[in-house]
């Protein structure tokens, strides 16, 4: 499966501040995903990025908010703009690895978000 | 209602122990059910996959489904210490752009 590397593992970020995180991936895939983990909630979708065309965004979030850049594909980036501590949580990009019986999500390790 | 609900824990049990997570969901079109095993502070990583009903084991793990109920359960016999983690159900009514709904997880502890 494919191998994600995510940075920053971990920030501490004033409000109204914006942050970047970049997710690699060893190899070439062409949809990516970038989710939000609240503590004790479910993972959450907040969009999907297309190499060569806007990233798709879920219901309840923006493209002003959370601009997403997909150069390649191996590489994305998700910025969380004008923050404030509800912004406070874990970021992680993933992608669909597998085929058929081995279906499923590769994930990077997170980007664990501090707003003060 | 959520589509998916997932008892948050923690559970804590014995080494050796039989575990048993289970997740309930509300949509009768998932056919695909995934459980994801978290260690703290890293991603979450796919533990088990399962199409449509049954039963599929992988060494200590037993993954069912029962979708007349829309129950799915993980087992995992012999628990081990580093069995300790979040462990989170998911599900998606086809692959290729469905969309993955994932339970909140749930907090295990093995004790030795």
């Known amino acids: 499966s494919a191998v994600i590397s995510q940075k920053p593992s971990r920030d501490i970020c004033q409000r109204g501040t914006s942050l970047t995180i970049q997710c690699q991936v060893d190899?070439?895939?062409?949809?990516m995903f970038w989710y939000r983990q609240q503590p004790g909630q479910s993972l959450t979708l907040i969009a999907t990025?297309?190499?060569?065309?806007?990233?798709?965004?879920e219901s309840g979030f923006v493209i002003d908010k959370f601009p997403i850049s997909r150069p390649n594909l191996t590489f994305s980036t998700l910025t969380v703009s004008n923050m404030s501590p509800e912004d406070s949580s874990i970021y992680l990009c993933?992608?669909?690895?597998?085929?058929?019986?081995?279906?499923?999500?590769?994930f990077g390790s997170g980007t664990r978000l501090t707003v003060v | 209602q959520k589509e998916v609900e997932q008892d948050p824990g923690p559970l804590s049990v014995p080494e050796g122990a039989i575990v048993s997570l289970n997740c309930t969901y509300s949509?009768?079109?998932?056919?695909?059910f995934m459980w994801y095993r978290q260690y703290s502070r890293k991603g979450p990583e796919l533990l088990m996959y399962?199409?449509?009903?049954g039963n599929k084991e992988d060494g200590r793990f037993t993954a069912q489904v029962d979708k007349s109920s829309k129950y799915i359960s993980l087992f995992i016999r012999d628990s081990q210490p580093s069995d300790s983690a979040t462990y989170l159900c998911?599900?998606?009514?086809?692959?290729?752009?469905?969309?993955?709904?994932f339970g909140a997880g749930t907090r295990l502890f093995v004790k030795a």
């Open positions: 993933s992608v669909v690895s597998g085929q058929g019986r081995d279906y499923g999500y590769t």
């Open positions: 190899s070439q895939v062409t949809m």
């Open positions: 990025a297309n190499q060569g065309s806007e990233a798709t965004y």
């Open positions: 949509n009768s079109a998932f056919q695909y």
């Open positions: 399962t199409y449509s009903s």
């Open positions: 998911a599900m998606s009514a086809g692959t290729g752009g469905f969309k993955t709904i």
